[in-house]
């Protein structure tokens, strides 16, 4: 089918199209269209990837908005959003408006109601329903993208939902989902009420085979020489072997090895920049000369270095541990064909939309927790790596290469990769956890307001597609109504169900109930060593299967509800300290306020190696008076495990808003800035939260609120004032405070050549701080002269 062909999309995007070089469809596509994708019809998509489902969606969404609708698209991870919105936003000359939600849904209410598509993550539009905006009764397509995700056991469950809600808000919404090659597509599209595409076809040939000795197996019966000797290993060689041949243009052959935790993707890349330094031209090896500055410069911690040190040399390293202006600067250099390998952990890997001309699964094997030991991955999982192999219009066909290093394992990667199918994907919606954030949501925004009428809305979802008996829905179900009853968070007199005002503002605020309850009662208990902790605080029955779990060397970011929201109330606060001094609520200390965030399930703990736990126990021996509620004894050793990750968790934010040096940070607890980053977002957007349960509930405020702002800026408490001036930060802050100047005021009315001494000499930097405190002359041309000596002096 050719684009010209097309219909019911705004005037000239069939034009555009054809110029942008797509002027016939895949197939897929076309079959996309013959099933009704372009006139309003609900479609599932499971085809493999780079086979286009991205225009799958674009012809729906445009063609809705031709017809006067609206339409949204559900992505998975949060750095997907901008990306997608930036692609999207070429329509925008055809009169298409594109937004993306950040997150503050009372800003972007207003803002998103005009715009004619819309991008975000699950959560955002979960939250968004259950703060009731306006625009989501407008809508008249949605696209879930990669929707074979429900079957992931910690995200699954909100994409399910808000689907089936949407679904139930907007009578006859097109629903499109795109999904990778999945086992029982068929079921997808059952409960989604859409017509099927099902297809292998991909737009360049994809050859998958195993590395042995000193060959490449092919499935298809082929083989490709490429030696290995002792000294070597079978990645190097293989990524040599890539890179020493070129295309037409004269471009070497790249390739991404995948690989299965932070320090193996970071050793790998360090091996493989010796193969690569030595096949860099004089531009490339300037031009990544530039490239590793700039990383050096976004942050002072050890990972900058080290990406840095490799990326000078063409190999780079991508994992969650980085900061996302590193891993969209590697990402961009990759694209762009400067650098030439990355080792990558595979949950970063579906961020990363670069193909390649080779793709090596070094690692096929996992630390899974609950396993306790190493898990094979899914072939699902090991079949979409695989598809990031091939570069369209540049290679004959892609490569991607399983290795082995005896025959027995080269007969079992065949078996369970290479000749196999995926999964099928099931839904994980019956998880207590799931379960307890979902129904209170549910009744809170008026979805179901009687035990029956929250069973038959949960009977529109895949579990229920999926079961065929409906009992462990209700049994689940009437434990998690009891919970939330024994809570206060839900009424249910005479058999109605309703949302009591701490529940409505638990749903509101997106806590897990469960994190809701510890912080309640922990600011209730107060900490131990005041009389209040003597108070019994109300009776919470515990649920069972809290989330709570150690990420340890996992890849999590971007998967942590809890950051992906942390933004959602996003508030001007500057000026309300004082509101509220009458309680002072000097017992309680920030170590304790942080212990007890990171004790709730929405908060992803560090890990506890075997060494920690006598350098915890001690901690907090030192510290028990200030940790708050009932700590479990040494005898409970589950539960006193999970208090000690909580309390290395909180002693990180503490290091944090003490000042101490990020490198340090990172030495201390074995992360990287990401994981910093990752988790004083967390923190604070529950924090954030607890000042909000605080205010109702006629607790503590401000020592909550001011745990919160001295992690929101990572400094002491004399520094907040200070730090909380746009382009000051923590280190500058500091450095004025030493030198002399301690709040707003004192840099409003301060001696200029001061501030710039402070700055050390940097003039940009000091007029912009200075017109952001609201000096009315903050040019520094008249200092200049006094600029060198005033540095010198400092
Ligand atoms: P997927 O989402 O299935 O992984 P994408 O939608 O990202 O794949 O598409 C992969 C690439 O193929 C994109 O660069 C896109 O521009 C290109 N593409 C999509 N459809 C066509 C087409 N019909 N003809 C040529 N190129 C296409």
Redesign the pocket.
């Known amino acids: 089918m050719r684009t010209e062909d097309l219909t019911g999309l705004p005037e000239g995007v069939p034009e555009a199209l054809c110029d942008e070089?797509?002027a016939?469809?895949?197939p897929p596509?076309a079959a996309a269209v013959e099933a009704g994708v372009t006139d309003g019809d609900s479609v599932v998509a499971s085809?493999p990837?780079?086979?286009?489902?991205?225009?799958i969606a674009e012809l729906a969404m445009l063609s809705a908005v031709q017809r006067g609708g609206k339409a949204l698209y559900i992505v998975p991870l949060r750095a997907l959003a901008s990306e997608k919105k930036a692609e999207f936003e070429r329509w925008e000359e055809f009169g298409v408006t594109v937004g993306v939600s950040t997150g503050n849904y009372e800003s972007d209410g207003e803002w998103l109601a005009t715009r004619d598509i819309i991008v975000a993550t699950s959560e955002k539009v979960d939250s968004l329903i259950r703060n009731n905006a306006p625009w989501i009764d407008d809508l008249t397509c949605v696209v879930a993208d990669e929707v074979h995700l429900v079957d992931d056991r910690n995200r699954g469950p909100t994409l399910e939902v808000t689907l089936a809600k949407l679904r139930r808000i907007n009578a006859g919404l097109q629903t499109v989902a795109l999904s990778a090659t999945v086992g029982n597509a068929d079921t997808v599209a059952e409960w989604l009420d859409a017509e099927l595409v099902q297809s292998d076809w991909r737009?360049i040939d994809l050859k998958m085979g195993v590395h042995f000795r000193n060959a490449v197996n092919f499935g298809d019966g082929s083989q490709r020489e490429v030696q290995t000797d002792r000294s070597e290993k079978a990645e190097s060689a293989l990524v040599a072997d890539a890179l020493d041949e070129t295309d037409d243009e004269g471009n070497r052959g790249s390739s991404l090895v995948f690989v299965n935790s932070r320090r193996n993707a970071e050793s790998s890349a360090k091996r493989l920049a010796s193969v690569t330094e030595s096949r860099l031209t004089g531009d490339e090896r300037a031009d990544l000369a530039e490239l590793a500055e700039e990383i050096r410069q976004v942050s002072d911690a050890d990972t900058s270095d080290d990406l840095a040190d490799v990326v000078a040399k063409g190999s780079a390293f991508h994992h969650a541990g980085l900061a996302s202006e590193h891993r969209s600067l590697v990402e961009q250099a990759f694209r762009d064909r400067l650098i030439k390998v990355v080792s990558a952990t595979p949950t970063l890997a579906a961020g990363v939309?670069t193909p390649s001309r080779r793709v090596i699964v070094r690692d096929w094997r996992r630390y899974d927790g609950d396993a306790g030991g190493m898990k094979p991955l899914d072939t699902l999982e090991v079949h979409q790596m695989c598809g990031r192999a091939g570069r369209?219009g540049l290679d004959p066909y892609g490569e991607a290469i399983l290795l082995a290093n005896d025959s027995e394992t080269m007969d079992e990667l065949f078996e369970r990769y290479v000749w196999a199918d995926p999964e099928p994907v099931r839904s994980k919606l019956a998880a207590e956890p799931a379960l307890r954030t979902h129904l209170l949501a549910t009744v809170a925004s008026g979805f179901a307001t009687t035990r029956d009428a929250l069973l038959e809305f949960l009977d529109q979802t895949l579990y229920a597609t999926q079961t065929e008996k409906s009992g462990r829905l209700e049994e689940v179900t009437d434990s998690v109504l009891d919970y939330l009853h024994a809570n206060d968070f839900l009424d249910r007199d005479d058999g109605t169900l309703k949302a009591t005002n701490i529940g409505h503002t638990v749903s509101r605020l997106y806590l897990d109930p469960m994190s809701a309850a510890e912080i309640i009662d922990g600011l209730e208990d107060g900490p131990r060593g005041t009389s209040k902790s003597a108070s019994a605080s109300r009776s919470r029955p515990a649920a069972a299967g809290s989330t709570a779990s150690a990420d340890g060397d996992e890849e999590t970011a971007g998967f942590q509800t809890a950051s992906e929201l942390a933004g959602d109330a996003t508030e001007d606060d500057s000026e309300t300290d004082d509101a509220d001094t009458a309680d002072t609520g000097d017992e309680f200390t920030e170590l304790g306020l942080y212990h007890l965030v990171c004790r709730t399930p929405d908060m992803y703990q560090l890990y506890l190696k075997s060494g920690d736990k006598t350098t915890y126990t001690e901690l907090n021996y030192e510290h028990e008076d200030e940790l708050l509620g009932r700590a479990p004894t040494e005898w409970q050793e589950a539960e006193f495990e999970d208090w000690l990750s909580a309390l290395k968790t909180a002693k990180l934010l503490d290091d944090w808003a003490s000042e101490v040096d990020e490198d340090r940070i990172c030495e201390r607890y074995g992360v990287g800035p990401g994981d910093i980053r990752g988790k004083v977002e967390t923190a604070e957007w529950l924090l954030r939260a607890g000042e909000q349960l605080a205010q109702e509930l006629d607790l503590p405020v401000v020592p909550v609120r001011r745990a919160r702002k001295r992690i929101e800026y990572g400094v002491r408490e004399e520094l907040l004032d200070l730090a909380g001036v746009r382009n000051v930060g923590r280190k500058r802050a500091r450095r004025l405070f030493e030198a002399g100047i301690e709040s707003r005021v004192d840099l409003r009315d301060a001696d200029k050549s001061v501030v710039l001494a402070a700055l050390r000499g940097r003039e940009k930097t000091a007029e912009r701080i200075l017109e952001n405190v609201g000096r009315q002359d903050p040019s520094m041309e008249t200092v200049e002269a006094d600029s060198e000596t005033a540095a010198e002096a400092a």
Not at 49 to 55: C, D, H, M, Q, Y
């Open positions: 070089g797509i016939e469809l895949y596509q085809v990837t780079a086979s286009g489902k991205t225009l737009p939309n369209p």
